[in-house]
């Protein structure tokens, strides 16, 4: 029984040492593309993302949010956007659909690259995912919108 | 300015690795001491079967469990306490990464107005479509 805890203590000691490893710098840079507004500039550049879909441009930032920094992030950004009127409710499901599948991207392949996965592989797949679902729905909605029961979501900001 | 980005971001940093430990810590010793009782071996009998779909050993169905009820880093935690190959973790690591954190991550998507069920249906669909088809391939190779 105390080797069982040893064994388990040590390990996840372990675990916990290499996931900093990538966790501080990775932390860091996040924060200074915020701070440093590269994050704007990229969004424009990444423009094109958001026309793929069929979507407005002012979807671009909550998809990169989202996909680089996280959900809650992404989320965050989205229902900014939609209080401000500048993103449809097409848009803005077109935009959860994709998150919930990709988000994070960095972060979530690099603790599975730090266990020993491939990361060309877990973040090519993912990417594919979500591309082919937000894909499929956005050909789907612009066919009948009602049928998606966005239309509720109208209330909840 | 520049080293208030720095500080922040070691700041969210050790907020990351702490609020990181508090899961890890305690999934890593349950997997571990689950490891050396008959339980993995009941979970291990009643996945089989479906871990076989995607060619990943029967002991692989609790790091799929873990990572769907809790997060991506306790199932990373339950993937180093286990032996398994590089095929095998990028198989469970693709599963993992489309479909996590579901009790979490479900409370915020329906903040945008986003049904639940189509949320879960989308996210555990794609990741055994994809689980599918990666651990089949893999198995090619």
């Keep these: ?157 | 300015m520049w080293l208030d980005s720095v500080k922040t971001g070691i700041k969210k940093g050790l907020e990351t690795i702490w609020l990181l430990s508090k899961t890890i810590v305690p999934v890593y010793i349950l997997v571990t001491v689950l490891n050396h009782t008959p339980v993995i071996g009941w979970i291990t009998a009643l996945f089989k079967p479906l871990m076989r779909v995607f060619n990943l050993p029967g002991e692989a169905a609790i790091v799929l469990v873990i990572g769907n009820i809790l997060d991506t880093y306790s199932a990373v935690g339950a993937i180093k306490a286990m032996q398994l190959t590089v095929k095998e973790i990028t198989t469970l690591s693709i599963m993992i990464s489309i479909s996590h954190s579901l009790l979490v991550e479900t409370a915020v998507i329906k903040k945008l107005g986003f049904k639940v069920s189509h949320a879960l249906i989308t996210r555990i669909g794609l990741a055994i479509i994809f689980g599918i088809i990666v651990g089949r391939v893999g198995a090619l190779i």
């Design chain 1, 1 to 157: 029984m105390i080797n069982v805890l040893k064994e388990a203590i040590t390990g996840s000691f372990e675990s916990i040492f290499l996931i900093s490893i990538i966790v501080f710098p990775l932390m860091v840079i996040l924060q200074i593309a915020k701070d440093y507004k590269f994050l704007d500039r990229i969004s424009n550049f990444f423009r094109f993302l958001a026309r793929f879909f069929g979507m407005s441009e002012d979807s671009t930032l909550p998809l990169l949010v989202g996909t680089t920094f996280g959900i809650v992030y992404g989320a965050g950004v989205i229902i900014q956007s939609s209080k401000e009127g500048n993103i449809s409710q097409r848009d803005m499901f077109l935009v959860s659909v994709f998150l919930i599948v990709c988000h994070a991207i960095i972060e979530d392949t690099l603790i599975f690259v730090a266990v020993g996965a491939n990361g060309y592989i877990l973040a090519g797949s993912r990417i594919l995912a979500a591309v082919v679902i937000t894909l499929l729905l956005s050909k789907r909605i612009r066919a009948g919108q009602k049928q998606l029961g966005i239309r509720t979501e109208e209330k909840r900001f």
